[in-house]
């Protein structure tokens, strides 16, 4: 490969201090400062366990009540780990804890019970079966129903406190769920003491909305008091609190990793005709929540063009290549990229209405690969969506109606989105353009994002890049939303890419559709024109490099 000249580090700096023309996660439209959250200290120490072998928690007067494997007992702590008293636990083996205002309600692991006890003396003043064997958690609604978990079911149930009748049932979010507290906002906090997540699950629709690192390895007993969550550890007898409610809208931010990206695009003739012009042109990335660069160069000679949904570009113009006669370019990106998650509240968005009027021009509008008027699209969307009115509620369905649609398959050529979701199968780029398409449709404004792709190894090639869909959401901002990567059968697994992305992602590329540049196309796109029967190799690849 022939050598390269760049830019200097001057004109590569000037670019970076470009504000980036959008802001991922921005809640606050201020800019980035105040919207970013380190996952690391979300959680932090409320107070010692004053037991070994705790098993469930539950908010109690002005401290807490748990159960005890160990003693077999139900005990009180106040709010710096003292215990205050106990009663007798009526069977053998506790497993999970909650309070409906008079009683508390404790679960028996072992003979699948649960009783509701009074805290002051302790009787056991009725006892109904579980629906579900092996019991994890119990969490009192206030509308006075009992929702049961249970290890290895797939639902959470909703049961009659008075005889144990089922009622409803909700997905669970994961086979491994070790504790449950009910949010009086809609919501249910479930542990998972193998993932080691604690999730926020929706009881209208099942949806799990999102979910947090837990922290300690085995957290069994959750409760909300007051917008924090509380979560008891069985492996470090710590109690810990975090305040959840401060995460709307946030974009939670861990897992740095430094890496360099090259992408290269290179053109030759092999003849025997002539490339008379063309183009190549190569999207140039910014800063944002997943990736924060600190050096970009490109190849010199290229001319810097802005399309018409922002995204910058370098231009270089082909010119005449005779056979054997090749063209050349690339570009470096080196800095920290991230993993990132959006956190929000469905009861906090925004109504469609409350979508800002430029926004909803730009990014309702119609394009060929969509078909966002088709009868078609719009009877899937009526079909799917039905009668829902919140925004976040009518992306989600959207999305995993996707899910449960659409395979993987990357057979060449991007097809429009009701041929796409008509076959049932599709690339990254099609899984898009079917979103965008159906979210549009429904009055979300939607977008997309391309990337280029750590494969496996740290330092890789990646020839095959990603796209991925962002939405907007009224109050809340633009976030990432990926089909293909949320293609997995449960709920807390599916939930991250719903507003998540991994960092092994430099993001190069954001758009609309139809760019006067990269026209369908992302990280780079080239086009040529020849006279006479002209043998044209063109290639493009990008490598990763670990960065220390």
């Known amino acids: 490969m022939k050598k390269i000249n760049y830019f200097g580090a001057f004109v590569a700096f000037v670019f970076l201090a470009v504000p980036a023309f959008s802001q991922t996660c921005d809640i606050s439209k201020s800019g980035l400062a105040g919207n970013f959250v380190p996952e690391k200290g979300l959680f932090c120490e409320a107070a010692p366990l004053p037991a070994g072998f705790t098993t469930g928690l539950t908010g109690f007067g002005s401290g807490f009540a748990l159960t005890d494997r160990h003693e077999d007992v139900v005990l009180f702590m106040d709010r710096k780990g003292k215990r205050t008293g106990s009663i007798e636990f009526p069977a053998y083996e506790p497993s999970a804890l909650s309070y409906d205002g008079k009683n508390l309600v404790a679960a028996d692991g072992e003979n699948n019970r649960i009783y509701f006890l009074n805290p002051k003396t302790g009787e056991c003043v009725r006892t109904i079966d579980s629906p579900l064997a092996h019991v994890t958690g119990v969490a009192c609604s206030r509308d006075g129903r009992l929702w049961v978990s249970a290890r290895g079911s797939k639902e959470i149930q909703q049961v009659d406190p008075m005889d144990g009748t089922t009622l409803a049932f909700i997905r669970s979010p994961s086979p491994f769920v070790s504790g449950l507290a009910y949010d009086s906002n809609g919501y249910l906090w479930a542990a998972d003491s193998k993932k080691d997540r604690i999730y926020m699950v929706d009881i209208r629709t099942g949806y799990t909305i999102f979910y947090v690192s837990a922290p300690g390895p085995v957290v069994n007993g959750l409760c909300l008091d007051g917008g924090k969550l509380y979560a008891s550890d069985y492996e470090t007898d710590r109690l810990y609190v975090a305040d959840v409610y401060a995460l709307n809208g946030k974009c939670v931010r861990s897992d740095a990793r430094r890496g360099k990206v090259t992408l290269f695009n290179e053109v030759q003739d092999l003849g025997p005709g002539k490339i008379t012009?063309?183009?190549?042109?190569?999207?140039?990335?910014?800063?944002?929540?997943?990736?924060?660069?600190?050096?970009?160069?490109?190849?010199?000679?290229?001319?810097?063009?802005?399309?018409?949904?922002?995204?910058?570009?370098?231009?270089?113009?082909?010119?005449?290549?005779?056979?054997?006669?090749?063209?050349?370019?690339?570009?470096?990106?080196?800095?920290?990229?991230?993993?990132?998650?959006?956190?929000?509240?469905?009861?906090?968005?925004?109504?469609?209405?409350?979508?800002?009027?430029?926004?909803?021009?730009?990014?309702?509008?119609?394009?060929?690969?969509?078909?966002?008027?088709?009868?078609?699209?719009?009877?899937?969307?009526?079909?799917?969506?039905?009668?829902?009115?919140?925004?976040?509620?009518?992306?989600?369905?959207?999305?995993?109606?996707?899910?449960?649609?659409?395979?993987?398959?990357?057979?060449?050529?991007?097809?429009?989105?009701?041929?796409?979701?008509?076959?049932?199968?599709?690339?990254?780029?099609?899984?898009?353009?079917?979103?965008?398409?159906?979210?549009?449709?429904?009055?979300?404004?939607?977008?997309?994002?391309?990337?280029?792709?750590?494969?496996?190894?740290?330092?890789?090639?990646?020839?095959?890049?990603?796209?991925?869909?962002?939405?907007?959401?009224?109050?809340?901002?633009?976030?990432?939303?990926?089909?293909?990567?949320?293609?997995?059968?449960?709920?807390?697994?599916?939930?991250?890419?719903?507003?998540?992305?991994?960092?092994?992602?430099?993001?190069?590329?954001?758009?609309?559709?139809?760019?006067?540049?990269?026209?369908?196309?992302?990280?780079?796109?080239?086009?040529?024109?020849?006279?006479?029967k002209a043998n044209i190799r063109s290639e493009s690849f990008a490598e990763w490099d670990v960065v220390k």
């Open 277 to 532: 012009g063309g183009t190549i042109v190569v999207a140039l990335p910014v800063n944002g929540p997943n990736q924060k660069l600190d050096k970009l160069t490109w190849t010199k000679g290229g001319r810097l063009e802005t399309d018409q949904w922002g995204q910058k570009v370098a231009v270089y113009d082909l010119g005449v290549l005779k056979p054997g006669d090749k063209k050349s370019v690339r570009m470096d990106a080196e800095g920290t990229f991230y993993r990132i998650s959006t956190k929000i509240f469905p009861h906090e968005v925004g109504r469609l209405s409350e979508i800002p009027a430029d926004i909803a021009e730009k990014y309702l509008q119609d394009a060929d690969k969509y078909r966002v008027k088709s009868a078609f699209i719009r009877n899937k969307v009526k079909e799917v969506v039905g009668d829902e009115k919140n925004p976040y509620f009518i992306a989600r369905k959207l999305y995993d109606f996707l899910i449960g649609r659409i395979h993987y398959q990357m057979v060449g050529g991007w097809d429009i989105a009701p041929t796409v979701i008509e076959r049932g199968t599709g690339s990254c780029s099609e899984y898009t353009f079917a979103y965008v398409a159906l979210c549009r449709a429904a009055g979300i404004p939607a977008r997309y994002v391309g990337s280029v792709v750590v494969r496996g190894e740290a330092s890789s090639v990646d020839k095959d890049y990603h796209r991925w869909a962002e939405i907007y959401l009224p109050k809340i901002g633009w976030f990432p939303v990926d089909v293909n990567g949320g293609d997995r059968e449960w709920q807390g697994d599916r939930c991250f890419w719903f507003g998540g992305i991994e960092n092994r992602f430099l993001i190069t590329t954001r758009g609309g559709g139809a760019s006067t540049w990269l026209k369908w196309g992302y990280n780079n796109e080239t086009h040529y024109r020849t006279l006479g």
